[in-house]
């Protein structure tokens, strides 16, 4: 049996989730609290971190190491380039990781964590019922974690982050204006990565977290990117290809 331990907030478990169901690789889910998640994840693994893949006995975490071991593990060739060499989708993917993942939590954290009521509401949606009264008392103590976590208060670091997402957008663009996919002609890991990271800014439809518009301190940001075709792609991706759960 296949468990995978997430947040729904998680960009980074929407990736590992979505590579699953793209797969159509039957699993189960578990729904984890930001925060408390590491009376869990402790049981399991040294390292806190979600996405968390228990198969058999055995733990992965890391998006982009999970979507190896479906792909090497639990067959998941879908996954697997076509049109591209794996090292080079690797790689590319990586970046993307660093850029997107990254990017994404600095940049977005920086303005939505003084938001406590929405992010409150994001950390628990679709969480136990205990989690409002719990955001209600520890907030401030989660939201201290995160912003050392991610560095979301060191403006030169938040500032880099953003230059680089934007130069890994533009030249995401570039391989989109030649090609179909980022995996060529048909979609792959690669392609999966790119859009399930940048759900929290492009908000599709079809994800299962019910993303709010742009705070204020956001919308510039978000201005520079929608209608690109690396924005266009991540919401075609999600139209065209991400089936609901397994």
């Known amino acids: 049996m296949l468990t995978l331990y997430t947040f729904n907030i998680s960009h ?4 590992a989730r ?3 169901d793209f797969e159509g690789i039957r699993y189960q889910e578990s729904v984890l609290l930001p925060g408390p998640h590491m ?6 693994s040294k390292r806190t971190n979600v996405p968390l893949l228990v198969h058999d006995g055995q733990v992965v975490q890391e998006s982009s190491v999970i979507l190896d071991y ?14 591209q060499k794996l090292s080079e989708a690797r790689a590319l993917e990586l970046e993307i990781d660093r850029a997107f993942g990254v990017g994404v939590q600095r940049v977005l954290y ?11 509401e994001l950390w628990t949606f679709g969480g136990p019922k205990w989690g409002r009264l719990f955001y209600a008392l520890a907030y401030p103590g989660v939201a ?4 050392r976590m991610y560095q979301t208060s060191n403006t030169p670091l ?3 982050s953003r230059e680089l997402f934007l130069r890994t957008f533009d030249k995401l663009d570039a391989l989109l204006e030649k090609q179909p996919y980022l995996g060529g002609e048909a979609p792959n890991r ?10 929290p800014v492009c908000r599709p439809p079809q994800h299962r977290m019910p993303w709010p518009e742009a705070p204020e301190g956001l919308r510039a940001f978000e201005a520079q990117l929608r209608g690109r075709p690396t924005w266009n792609h991540a919401l075609r991706m999600y139209k065209d290809h991400r089936a609901p759960a397994a």
Do not use: H
């Not at 009376?39 to 399991?44: A, E, N, Q, S």
């Not at 690669?190 to 759900?199: G, K, P, Q």
């Open 18 to 20: 979505w590579a699953l």
């Open 158 to 160: 938040v500032d880099e």
């Open 144 to 147: 201290r974690v995160v912003d």
């Open 70 to 83: 479906i792909a090497e593990q639990l067959g998941g060739s879908k996954l697997v380039p076509r049109n």
């Open 190 to 199: 690669v392609d999966i990565t790119s859009a399930a990271l940048l759900a």
């Open 39 to 44: 009376l869990v994840t402790r049981r399991l």
């Open 12 to 15: 980074f478990s929407e990736k």
């Open 110 to 120: 920086n303005v939505m964590l003084k938001e406590r009521r929405l992010v409150s």
